[in-house]
């Protein structure tokens, strides 16, 4: 028997009893973890500087370290969260809907745990903890398979994890971590009938991988080429702060805008102001024709006008260049957006439809009929009317914690906070009822 089908057989045995465990018996479990934590952040984090020695030595990018990289606020930060967690109210049980048939049966329909959950993620330690409460809370045992760059920190993690969910009278195997080599991962994407479903945390490569490669049930998360569409009867100053708080507020995350699209009739004039504005907060706008235009009738660095043959440039900062084809399509994840100008509210739709990845994509409209056509028109996890993309979020909505934004349409749609970390069974009861 390999390891990972060890683990797996393993997590499959934890489901069970915690299948059965009170809210009060996870809430407790949640709490000890978030103890635990705190009692042990100097170990954690000095697992986790091996981590940031080896990724800086490597040449990793400082943005990619920042993410990697713990110290006390941020394992503290993790404890919290694990704390929250305990104060939202538990789904496992939760009736959907429930009634009596004519024939005197009843009916109702129950959420219950998937069993045991993979989770397979990039970079980020944090997650570890954060996937592991969101699993406990909703009744799942977690095989989390971290990526090698974070290998010290997230070892250091989950024996503190298992160590507090055994004291709290769970079995410890309901948190698991697994190798990070590659043969293992391929193993764990196989390991159908044991492991119930697979959630992959990361970028498109890492995502595409699991879904094709994959016979476990996958849900598929996170790519976010998001979109602000300004209207023809968009309020300008709106657009042009729901545009900035889109792209830049945090632009390595999934929910940041990722393109621009403009309407034709109010073009030159909100391109006027967004553009100085975008190089200002450093954003480098990759334009079609129409856009890279009025960056030159903006004037170059001096303040004179751009001539033809010059990098076109706005104000003293970032550049406007041409876009092609593959800019319209990527997710940036970083101070980059690719911007268009359309002819109609119909020609934005249709740009949507073929470059968006179906996250989150927003319109900023003083029209009510624009807005329903908008809302109507375009297929994504999230349709946002006159407000930032960036709200596209389990916290942001209320749901507390979440284990990712889905942009598929099954089994669930967009941030997936406990109750999406659930299927359902149906219980019938009866008195003796016989079909005939």
Known sequence: MSEIIELARRARVASYALAEASRATKDAALRAMAAALRANTDAIVA?????VAAAREAGTPESTVDRLALDPARVDGMAAGLEQLAGLNDPVGEVVRGYTLPNGLELRQVRVPFGVVGIIYEARPN???DAAGICLK??????LRGSSSAAASNVAIVAVLRDAAEASGLPADVVQGVPTDRAAVKELMQARGLVDVLIPRGGAGLIQTVVSESTVPVI?????????YIDADADLDLGLEILLNSKVQRPSVCNAAESLLVHAAVADEFLARALPALAHAGVTVHGDPTVVAASKHLGGADGAAATADA???VANAAPVVAADEDDFGTEYNSLDLSAAVVGSLEDAVQHIRRYSSGHTDAI??????AARRFTQAVDSAAVVVNASTRFTDGGEYGFGAEIGISTQKLHARGPMGLPEMTSTKYVVTGEGQLRT
């Open 47 to 51: 697992a986790n500087a091996k981590d």
């Open 364 to 369: 900023v409209t003083r029209s009510q009929a």
């Open 311 to 313: 990098a076109p440039v």
């Open 127 to 129: 997650v570890t903890a």
């Open 138 to 143: 909703s009744g799942n045992a977690v095989l």
């Open 220 to 228: 598929e998360t996170g790519v976010g080429n998001c979109h602000v």
